[in-house]
């Protein structure tokens, strides 16, 4: 709730995102939801663009009419892109003004190193975000959003007979950690954001730019358990 920076280095450089733009999207989905706009139990349908699109996928067909619920499962949990487009698409007509929308979004929230080209984080040289926004992103999600954070903890999803796992990896460990996302494509490696509560503390981790997956499993772990063992509260 403080925003207080406990650590930091080179936090305000857009990079690419990959997947952890989808916190954009899922809060866009949110603030519909919020508004009225969309229901959880709304069902809408998905295009061919969206069954066509690469990547990691919840994998819904042309025609289905799937439910604005399981649809956010499949954006969180299993990073679909294609879930990604379909909500994209309900909200906005189409990806390319969902991503005008998250974009304005992003800099009235104060995030000013933050450009979408897409509702993925699919690469695009244009498509940015700083560890410093995307911080910001997570708290603003835990902060307007309490009601949704519990998607964000959820270990796995079923969805057209396929079951797929959440990929944070920090969620299979006994550390405090009850969400956020991860992402990885080649050009913007390994990266993860993801908070934790201990002793009435939370804590925000951003990490980018990492070279394995195991690597941002260690290096998760450790940051938090320097940041809960250094530091405290005060009034």
């Known amino acids: 709730e403080t925003g207080t920076v406990l650590l930091e280095k080179d936090s305000d450089i857009p990079v690419p995102p990959a997947s952890l733009s989808k916190l954009m999207t899922s809060y866009m989905v949110f603030e519909e939801i919020k508004n009225g706009g969309l229901a959880l139990e709304d069902l809408v349908p998905v295009s061919e663009k969206a069954w066509r699109m690469g990547g990691s996928k919840m994998f819904v067909e042309v025609g289905d009419q799937v439910s604005v619920e399981d649809l956010l499962r499949g954006v969180i949990v299993q990073s679909g892109n294609d879930a990604c487009i379909v909500l994209a698409e309900t909200i906005s007509g189409s990806e390319s003004a969902f991503?005008?929308?998250?974009?304005?979004?992003?800099?009235?929230m104060g995030m000013s190193n933050s450009t979408f080209i897409n509702a993925?984080?699919?690469?695009?040289?244009?498509?940015?975000m700083s560890a410093r926004d995307t911080a910001l992103l997570t708290q603003r999600i835990i902060m307007d959003f309490p009601e949704f954070l519990p998607l964000f903890s959820e270990k796995e999803f079923t969805y057209n007979g396929i079951r797929q796992g959440n990929r944070n990896p920090l969620l299979y460990k006994n550390i405090g950690v009850d969400g956020m996302k991860?992402?990885?494509?080649?050009?913007?490696?390994?990266?993860?954001?993801a908070t934790a509560t201990r002793h009435d503390r939370r804590l925000i981790l951003i990490l980018t730019g990492l070279d394995s997956a195991q690597q941002r499993a260690v290096e998760g772990e450790r940051i938090f358990d320097y940041g809960f063992r250094k530091f405290n509260n005060y009034a």
């Open 182 to 193: 991860t992402g990885h494509t080649k050009e913007a490696g390994y990266g993860l954001a």
């Open 99 to 108: 991503s005008d929308l998250m974009t304005d979004k992003a800099r009235k």
């Open 120 to 128: 993925t984080g699919w690469p695009d040289p244009e498509h940015k």
